[in-house]
Every structure is written in C-alpha cells, then in structure tokens.
C-alpha cells in the first residue's frame, strides 16, 4: 500500500463480485502487519463465482471521522489505486494474491518503494512446507514474473535466508531462489556461475538428499533447477575433502532427470600415503 496516506483513511479491497461489494460497498478490510510498514494483508476470502473476477485496492474516508460502522453509507469517499478501469486487477488463481498499489495520480497515492520494506518472499520463506511447497514456488514464480523484485534473489538476500537457521523446507526453497539468480547471471554472462568460496553448499546438499516426493517443483522450474544442482555439485567437488556432492545421485530423478551436474564435478588426483 502507498505510505502517505493519513491514518483517518482505511485501506480495504473492492470488486465486481458479491464477496468483494460488487464495486459499490466494500466488504474486506486489509490489516497492517507492522507498524510503519507498507505490507497489508486481508483475512481469506472465498469467492464462489466462477470465471472473470475484478478487483482494485483502495482507501476509504468515513464522512464522520469517529464513524465506528465499516462502509455504512454510499456517499463516504473512495479511493481506488490507478487512474482507470484500465488498471483494475483480474483474479489469477486461488492462492494468495501478492500485489503492489497502483499509483493514483489525481490522489497523489503513489506506489511504494520496494527496496527497503519488501515482505513477499519473507511470507513464502516464513510459511513454506512439504505439503505447500509446490504452491509456495508458484507464488514464488508469479511475485518474481509480475512484482520485478529481482533485488529480493541476489546473493545477499540468499546469504540472509541461509543465516537464519532455515529447515529443511526452506532450504530447498534457497535452492529455488538460488537457480532463478544464477539464471539471471548466466543470461548476461554466458558462462558457468561460480558460488562463494564459503557458500555452505554441503548443507544444502543434505537438504536434498532428504527429499523423497518426485512431484515436488511445479514442471516449469524443473528444468531452472539444474543450474543449482549443477552449481551446488561444482562447488562443494572442488573442495577435495567434501564429497557431499555425491548424494545429488540419488535424488538425480528429482531434480536433476538428465544428470546434467556429472559434467559439473571437479576431479582431484590424490596421492597414496607413504
């Protein structure tokens, strides 16, 4: 949501459907999670209707400013995001809807900033499980497709994950993160990504290796995901007292159908002792 509205104002979503007040009297307040923070959530809704589903986040200003009731008369004032029905939003699927406010030119509403307070990927990261983890990814994929946050998979957002003590789960999904940043990297440079010399490859390894549901990653990131087995095996084989690298045989079906990362392993002479 913008950051400069006043606080006399409620942020709230509207749209062509019952659930959401048809255009005419919204339904659905959205909560701030923090405070000074410009992510807000709304409570689930169910939309029953089926097919084309329009909807915009907006403001609302009660005529009287200690008016307690939610929307209790027509004539209080909205404001929508955008400038046009042009910028109304379409219901894309049945998970969770990650969007950013739309500026408002005529209301000085302008979209925030997205480098200092992003939390869409911290909400996937935070919430992520084996029994969600292909619809996490999903979520994962439309943010990075339609949000243009790329700054939220570089190498130091990684990092941060990684030093947070992640499980399991969540260290398959910095694998996820991991191969749509090499693949970024690799577009521009055309060679093969190198990670850190300290990148904790063995650990992620492992995480792996404890994966035993073939129809884990969503098909179209099957395929991306073999820049991070491939990279993951280049690295932790360099290191020739690391042999970690070896488990990526046993889930090579999973992730990895073409075994493309035995072309990534690093080979060491090693000398017989005397």
Known sequence: MPQNFDESMQPLIIGNVEELGSWKKPKTKLHQIDINSTYWVSD???????????YKYALYRPKEYQQKDF???YYDAIVMEGNSKMDNRVLSSEGNQYDIWKTNHSANLYSPS?????RFINVIY???????????VMEFQSILKYQQTIHAIEMDSIYAYLSNSPNECQKILICVMLAYHIDIIQQKARNHF???ENFPSTDLLKALNEVQFEDLLPSNAKKL??????ALVRHNSSKSDLFDWMKMFSVAHIFDQNYMFISHIKRHEYKDKE
């Open 44 to 54: 689930p809704i169910e939309i029953y209707q089926r097919g084309y589903v329009e």
């Open 71 to 73: 929307f209790s008369s």
């Open 114 to 118: 997205l480098n200092n307070d992003f």
């Open 126 to 136: 935070e919430s992520v499980m084996l029994e969600n983890f292909k619809n996490k």
């Open 194 to 196: 190198k990670l850190p």
């Open 225 to 230: 995901f073999t820049n991070v087995t491939s």
